[in-house]
C-alpha cells in the first residue's frame, strides 16, 4: 500500500488559483487523482469541457457553477458532482473558495470549439 507523504504532494500555481494534487498515476500510482484546488475571491475560471465526471467537495467560501448554461450555487459541506462532456465555468464569491477534486486520471480538458487541442491539467496526471 502506497502512503503519499505531504511532503510529497505537488502544487501548481496559475494566476487565479493554486492546486495541490495529493494523489495521481505519477504521484503513488493512483488511478485517480484527487487535489485541493484554492480559488481567489471574484475569479471567474475559463469555459471548458472535460471527457470524465470530477466530483468537487466545498470546504470553504462559495462559488457558483454554471453547468450547461444552468447556474448552482455552492458552499462550505456542499458536493458537487460534474458529468462528463458538460461546458463548465466555476466563479469564485467574494471569499475565494477552497474545494477537494477528485476525477480519473485519464482526464483530459478543452475549450469549447477546440477539440483539437485536449490537455490533461498537470494537477491530474
Known amino acids: 500500500m502506497p502512503i503519499i507523504r505531504h511532503a510529497e504532494s505537488r ?4 494566476p487565479n488559483a493554486v492546486m495541490t494534487t495529493f494523489a495521481s498515476p505519477t504521484l503513488g500510482g493512483a488511478r ?4 485541493r484546488t484554492e480559488v481567489k475571491p471574484d475569479v471567474k475560471g475559463p469555459v471548458h469541457i472535460f471527457d470524465v ?3 468537487w467537495t466545498f ?3 462559495e462559488a457558483t457553477i454554471e453547468l450547461d ?5 455552492a458552499g462550505p459541506g456542499d458536493t458537487a458532482v460534474l458529468p462528463a462532456h458538460t461546458t463548465r465555468q466555476l466563479t469564485a464569491g467574494p ?3 477552497t474545494a477537494i477534486v477528485t476525477a480519473p486520471a485519464d482526464a483530459h480538458a478543452w ?4 477539440t483539437g487541442n485536449k490537455i490533461t491539467p498537470p494537477w491530474i496526471a
Do not use: M
Open 111 to 114: 475549450i469549447p470549439g477546440d
Open 11 to 14: 502544487r501548481y500555481e496559475t
Open 59 to 61: 470546504l470553504e467560501g
Open 69 to 73: 448554461g444552468e447556474t448552482s450555487a
Open 53 to 55: 465526471e470530477q466530483t
Open 32 to 35: 485517480s487523482s484527487i487535489w
Open 95 to 97: 471569499r475565494g473558495y
